[in-house]
């Protein structure tokens, strides 16, 4: 990918001085030693290393900003994107330089995207060690080969301690996140909260590989043992990593993904499950992945470091990163065929979508370009229960282009491997956040598999009169009184409320989209009388 890249980043040097003590590429040992040595963090009994993050528990999306320059001026969307002027940036960067002259670092060399044909050549600079073996765990790992020849095309400096001055960077608080195309570097400070780092990747690859006609992805994706390929777009706390690890199919990636014509690729070497409640027998895959390696974050431990997965005494937010190679039957390396499913998920505050819907290829459309879903508490700063959002290509805060061309993308590939496209509820049921409850997990999975193999095509379908989905009137494994939604609520009054109101907050959504496709506005939801 480099002389690729190069076509489209010019030939910019992104070396930075360093004269302190230098840790490069230590292995999972050394820098969990590293961490407890420093008192970073702690070992728990089942091998795991724990972390808390402070005050930052969630991603700073507000705080986020792009380097605006030549390079990107004509291709980025500043209308959705911050832009940071040049001048800022400069002097950001010259007080790092000085900053970082004589600290003790930490550095990892690796790669984002499995396939080599558009890998990312990156490095990784950490104060911490704990921040280290974050990205040593879920970037991709370079073999004694590759790392004997690596040279970075990205540089992330993550530096918590690094002060920010508001006033004079111009920023809007103490934290930042720059990304600079032109010098092909991200400056991360003022949080703790290792997240940052993996999604300030995602949104360098977001920028690069659409001029490469690869479509950038945030979604899980696993394959069945006859090579098909399922994709799980969606925000975090919607499924993507539990509905994607499964013990019949082969793991390829639980978050960031590139559609190519060689087929669907893993942008990470790793997973980063949310973990709150969490269960050996609701999520199998992902409590036995958590042993020496993972990392932890923010997850309470009891008076014998027993991980406490049910207490949110920290955040909601609670994590574990670890190799995807943790998970029994993950695709090594990750890449696979051309996707035979879509699930499109979302977490309904409302609780007036159907469980699962099959969708025709212009409300496929409508509702990648909505992304509509729930933001989880302790996702985001300040979130503390389910707000209804929508999240343009259900990962708006990533994506540096405007909207169209994603979709566009998304659009031609599911036409040319007529892929099939399913919306799914994970949210609520029987009434809106509140007075419903949470989708059953277990009846989530039963009809995700019949979505995948195929049982969803034998089955009869009723209109939704509202959001104009397809529902099925039955499911193996699935009480049939739950696939109509309205069917769950007491008062079926209410319901036809809440449903016209999630309508109108859908239209009102989409007014944004005034060049897309008369069909694909016409699909969208209708209000009722």
Same mark, same amino acid.
């Given at each position: ?47 795991? %290393? ?7 528990? @969630? ?6 900003? *792009? ?21 800022? &940036? ?14 003790? %670092? ?51 400096? $993550? ?11 111009? *920023? ?8 600079? &195309? ?53 925000? !975090? @706390? ?26 669907? &690729?893993?942008?990470? @070497?790793?997973?980063?499950?949310? $973990? ?25 431990? +009891? ?11 920290? *955040? ?8 995807? +190679? ?7 390396? =990750? ?5 035979? /499913? ?39 700063? =300040? /979130? ?8 343009? $290509? ?69 209109? +939704? ?17 739950? %696939? ?17 109101? %999630? ?11 005034? !060049?897309?496709?008369?069909?694909? /506005? ?8």
């Amino acid at each position: 990918m480099r002389m690729q890249m190069d076509k489209v980043l010019g030939k910019s040097a992104n070396t930075i001085p360093l004269e302190g003590m230098l840790h490069k590429n230590l292995s999972v040992a050394e820098l969990t030693e590293q961490a407890v040595k420093r008192k970073e963090a702690v070992l728990t009994e089942n091998g795991a %290393l724990r972390a808390v993050t402070g005050e930052f528990t @969630g991603r700073s999306p507000l705080d986020k900003y *792009t380097v605006n320059n030549e390079l990107v001026a004509e291709k980025m969307d500043f209308t959705t994107n911050q832009a940071m002027e040049p001048e800022k &940036f400069a002097k950001v960067y010259a007080r790092l330089e000085a900053y970082l002259k004589e600290k003790e %670092l930490f550095i990892f060399d690796g790669f984002a995207g499995a396939d080599p044909d558009y890998r990312l050549p990156i490095r990784v600079i950490n104060e911490y060690a704990w921040h280290n073996l974050f990205v040593h765990q879920l970037f991709i790992r370079p073999t004694e080969e590759e790392l004997a020849e690596h040279v970075p095309s990205f540089t992330v400096i $993550c530096v918590p301690h690094f002060e920010i001055n508001p006033e004079e960077d111009g *920023t809007r608080s103490k934290t930042l996140i720059a990304v600079n &195309f032109e010098q092909r570097m991200v400056i991360i400070a003022g949080t703790h909260y290792a997240g940052e780092m993996k999604k300030s990747i995602f949104t360098v690859m977001n920028y690069l590989l659409p001029d490469q006609n690869v479509m950038p992805m945030h979604c899980s994706a696993n394959v069945g043992k006859a090579g098909d390929v399922a994709l799980f777009f969606g925000l !975090s @706390g919607t499924g993507k990593t539990t509905l994607s690890a499964d013990p019949e199919r082969g793991l390829i990636g639980d978050d960031e993904h590139g559609w190519s014509e060689n087929g669907v &690729f893993n942008f990470e @070497g790793g997973c980063y499950a949310k $973990c709150i409640g969490l269960s050996a027998e609701k999520e199998p895959q992902i409590w036995n992945a958590i042993r020496f390696g993972t990392v932890l974050e923010n997850v309470v431990l +009891d008076d014998n470091r027993i991980p406490v997965y049910s207490d949110n005494t920290l *955040t909601e937010n609670t994590r574990a990163a670890y190799p995807v +190679d943790f998970i029994d039957g993950a695709v090594i390396p =990750g890449e696979a065929g051309h996707p035979k /499913v879509i699930l499109f998920l979302t977490a309904d505050a409302f609780g007036v979508l159907p469980p699962i819907s099959k969708l025709t290829p212009e409300q496929a459309m409508y509702h990648f370009l909505s992304g509509y879903t729930s933001k989880l508490a302790g996702t985001e700063r =300040g /979130v503390t229960e389910p707000e209804a959002t929508f999240s343009t $290509c259900f990962g708006a805060p990533f994506l540096p282009r405007p909207a169209h061309v994603y979709a566009d993308l998304l659009g031609k590939k599911i036409a040319e491997h007529q892929t099939q496209v399913y919306l799914v509820n994970t949210g609520w049921t029987g009434g809106a956040y509140g007075v419903g409850k949470r989708m059953n997990l277990k009846y989530t999975r039963a009809m995700v598999t019949a979505a995948l193999n195929g049982e969803l095509n034998k089955v009869g379908y009723i209109h +939704d009169p509202v959001f104009q989905f397809s529902i099925p009137t039955r499911c193996p494994g699935v009480p049939a009184e739950l %696939l109509n939604p309205r069917n769950t609520w007491s008062d079926h009054a209410a319901y036809d409320k809440q449903a016209n109101a %999630l309508a109108e907050r859908f239209q009102k959504n989409f007014t944004k989209f005034a !060049s897309v496709d008369a069909k694909i /506005v016409d699909s969208g939801p209708k209000l009722s009388l």
